[in-house]
């Protein structure tokens, strides 16, 4: 099985209507068609679960030809997500001609994106994947499985009392190096300038909760110019979410940074 990619292109480019007929995953998925790879027909909201069987892979850099974004449906009724196919000259097409990644403004506010890309063999991707699933979770070459990999070890170190930023070099392996040189230079005694943070940098909480380091698991993420946001929550009880940006430095996910979306 073959994927053309432009085929698939072409296709929907000779397709696309000038407004929305309501049927993003069914003209992906004809698309996709056109590009020689057989796919099930679904709404967005499942597209992602066909995608993956049919052998495309999770991409977490620039959109090329022939990849294909998934919006994840808005909680509430009549929330469908929505699907849609990359020409590689800066276009996006569902049913219809896009003026953006995001069609509508509610997808564009708060809505959970995936990106995937085939590639021309879809058979030789398939097994791959069967033989590589395994290892998966322990590979630095996937930012989300490295995310949740950083944020379990560290939250048990903080809970042991232990601080990674000073006690030896373990947590340069999960973070950037010109992140650790400046977390490390607060901590020498002749830094002088002010505090730019008043809670763990990494947890971004001053406590932690009876029940996270066993739960430590991701909510959702997406990816921008600048890194892979995986969103981690901490905890079930009272569950606490942290961003962390996650960049490649010379073939690894790092964490570069952390921000709050929850201020517990």
Request: include cysteine; hydrophobic fraction near 35%; proline fraction near 4%.
């Amino acid at each position: 099985m073959s994927w053309n990619k432009h085929d698939a292109v072409s296709y929907t480019r000779s397709h696309a209507h000038q407004k929305s007929q309501g049927y993003c995953a069914r003209a992906v998925a004809a698309a996709i068609r056109a590009g020689g790879v057989k796919i099930e027909g679904t709404n967005a909201n499942s597209f992602a679960r066909s995608l993956e069987k049919t052998g495309f892979s999770k991409s977490y850099g620039t959109p090329i030809e022939g990849d294909i974004a998934v919006i994840d449906a808005l909680p509430g009724p009549n929330q469908y997500g929505h699907a849609c196919i990359y020409d590689g000259t800066g276009a996006w097409y569902s049913d219809f001609v896009q003026r953006s990644l995001c069609p509508g403004h509610s997808t564009e506010k708060s809505s959970p994106l995936l990106l995937y890309t085939g590639t021309s063999d879809m058979k030789k991707l398939l097994l791959l994947l069967l033989v590589t699933s395994s290892a998966m979770a322990n590979n630095t070459n996937d930012p989300v499985n490295q995310a949740v990999a950083f944020n379990k070890w560290y939250v048990n170190k903080i809970n042991n009392n232990n601080f990674p930023i000073t006690d030896g070099k373990d947590i340069d392996k999960y973070v950037t190096a010109s992140t650790m040189q400046k977390l490390r230079r607060t901590q020498d005694p002749n830094y002088d300038d002010e505090v730019f943070y008043s809670a763990d940098f990494f947890l971004k909480s001053q406590y932690i909760g009876d029940d996270w380091t066993e739960n430590v698991a991701i909510s959702s993420y997406d990816w921008d110019p600048v890194c892979v946001n995986v969103n981690i929550t901490f905890g079930k009880k009272n569950p606490h979410t942290v961003i962390d940006c996650m960049v490649n430095e010379n073939g690894e996910w790092k964490v570069q940074s952390v921000a709050a979306r929850d201020n517990n």
